[in-house]
T-cell receptor, first 113, second 114 residues
Framework: NAGVTQTPKFQVLKTGQSMTLQCAQD?????MSWYRQDPGMGLRLIHY???????DQGEVPNGYNVSRSTTEDFPLRLLSAAPSQTSVYFC????????????FGSGTRLTVV | KQEVTQIPAALSVPEGENLVLNCSFT??????LQWFRQDPGKGLTSLLL?????REQTSGRLNASLDKSSGRSTLYIAASQPGDSATYLC?????????????FGKGTLLTVNP
């Protein structure tokens, strides 16, 4: 099993550009979520999904959009990149039962100049 | 609002020492607690998952305990090795209805010196 796969691993954007960070999991997990990790701030939840067609906002959703058309994929869209969105982005997934833990992807390092 | 605190923020020990990392959380109504390891520039690797009904979990040289009523967990690493050097994160899972939220501490940066 590949687990949680994120692409790209690195990306540099100019202010105002848009892009999509890809996340795919092959474990048939219901729950998927996006986090950003910043020095001194820890990991913060951006958006999450409890199943195909269902998404909701986390702590820091502004400037980001998500959709969940399939169980496997949960892309994160930056609509108009800003320097404040420079961060490392992690996608995670887990089984629906609350007794299960999370599996994380290897991350996307994004720099907005 | 759930808050998770990890102490110490950084720890440096000589190889071979046994050590304890601490994690505390403000809301004891959790489903489970998960310890992760993060190497520099890498993703999060799950080390141990403790259910709210459990007191401890063990994997090799790692032992994690959970005292839900006091809002505390510890990660014990026996006979530390330089390869254990990494940032260790704890995270607690809470839920409401069909929604769940994983809240992280800011981590403990561990350095094991040869």
């Amino acid at each position: 099993n590949a687990g949680v796969t994120q692409t790209p691993k690195f990306q540099v954007l100019k202010t105002g550009q848009s892009m999509t960070l890809q996340c795919a999991q092959d474990m048939n997990h219901e729950y998927m979520s996006w986090y950003r990790q910043d020095p001194g701030m820890g990991l913060r939840l951006i958006h999450y999904s409890v199943g195909a067609g269902i998404t909701d906002q986390g702590e820091v959703p502004n400037g980001y959009n998500v959709s969940r058309s399939t169980t496997e994929d949960f892309p994160l869209r930056l609509l108009s990149a800003a320097p404040s969105q420079t961060s490392v982005y992690f996608c995670a997934s887990r089984q629906g039962n609350r007794g299960y833990g999370y599996t994380f992807g290897s991350g996307t390092r994004l720099t907005v100049v | 609002k759930q808050e998770v605190t990890q102490i110490p923020a950084a720890l440096s020990v000589p190889e071979g020492e046994n050590l304890v990392l601490n994690c505390s959380f403000t809301d004891s109504a959790i489903y489970n607690l998960q310890w992760f390891r993060q190497d520099p520039g890498k993703g999060l690797t799950s080390l141990l998952l403790i259910q709210s009904s459990q007191r401890e979990q063990t994997s090799g040289r790692l032992n994690a305990s959970l005292d839900k009523s006091s809002g505390r967990s510890t990660l014990y690493i026996a006979a530390s090795q330089p390869g254990d050097s990494a940032t260790y994160l704890c995270a607690v899972l809470r839920g409401w209805g069909s929604n769940y939220k994983l809240t992280f501490g800011k981590g403990t940066l561990l350095t094991v010196n040869p």
